[in-house]
T-cell receptor, first 114, second 110 residues
Framework: ETGVTQSPTHLIKTRGQQVTLRCSSQ?????VSWYQQALGQGPQFIFQ???????GRGNFPPRFSGLQFPNYSSELNVNALELDDSALYLC?????????????FGSGTRLTVV | AQRVTQPEKLLSVFKGAPVELKCNYS??????LFWYVQYSRQRLQLLLR??SRESIKGFTADLNKGETSFHLKKPFAQEEDSAMYYC????????????FGKGTRLHILP
């Protein structure tokens, strides 16, 4: 059973640029949630994808967008990067259906905007 | 508003002493509560959830709906318990997002 993998692990971007972060969900999971974790803070919910559609969104502007693919992997896209977007971005996969609904987290992508 | 509050950013406890990490939540319905843990250089992982009522690594947590609390406890701290602990809430709609507190760093002193 494979876990959740995220790529890249680290990334440095310039303010105003665009970035794409990737996540492969755990085998058997069909839902992906994205979180932003700023330094010294808990993870903040960005959005969740289920059946290739956004299913719930936190308090983040539209320049944060995402995709989910038929194999349940997912991308997080951020346009017009701002300095405050510097954070650890976590992906978590889970199974929506009968049974356990626990999250499995990836190791995260650390984004630095300069 | 749905909110999870962990009042302590850092908690230092001597090895062998009891541990209590505080968590209070704000939610009008009946949420599902969790504790997640992140050990140094490891990913965030589920420690326990209130519906399972189990003890993991000696830790327990009881949901107190009257006080809207879900404190994490362990009678005797071990050095390997040093980590970042996050309390989290999922609203009664199981399809909804999980909301995390800001976390408490537990430091076990030798």
């Amino acid at each position: 059973e494979t876990g959740v993998t995220q790529s890249p692990t680290h990334l440095i971007k310039t303010r105003g640029q665009q970035v794409t972060l990737r996540c492969s969900s755990q085998s058997g999971h069909n839902t992906v949630s994205w979180y932003q974790q700023a330094l010294g803070q808990g993870p903040q919910f960005i959005f969740q994808y289920y059946r290739e559609e956004e299913n719930g969104r936190g308090n983040f502007p539209p320049r944060f967008s995402g995709l989910q693919f038929p194999n349940y992997s997912s991308e997080l896209n951020v346009n017009a990067l701002e300095l405050d977007d510097s954070a650890l971005y976590l992906c978590a996969s889970s199974y929506r259906g009968q049974g356990d609904y626990g999250y499995t987290f990836g190791s995260g992508t650390r984004l630095t905007v300069v | 508003a749905q909110r999870v509050t962990q009042p302590e950013k850092l908690l230092s406890v001597f090895k062998g002493a009891p541990v209590e990490l505080k968590c209070n939540y704000s939610y009008s319905g009946s949420p599902e509560l969790f504790w997640y843990v992140q050990y140094s250089r490891q990913r965030l992982q589920l420690l326990l959830r209130h519906i399972s009522r189990e003890s993991i690594k000696g830790f327990t947590a009881d949901l107190n709906k009257g006080e809207t609390s879900f404190h994490l406890k362990k009678p005797f701290a071990q050095e390997e318990d040093s980590a970042m602990y996050y309390c989290a809430l999922r609203p009664v709609n199981r399809d909804d997002k999980i909301i995390f507190g800001k976390g408490t760093r537990l430091h076990i002193l030798p």
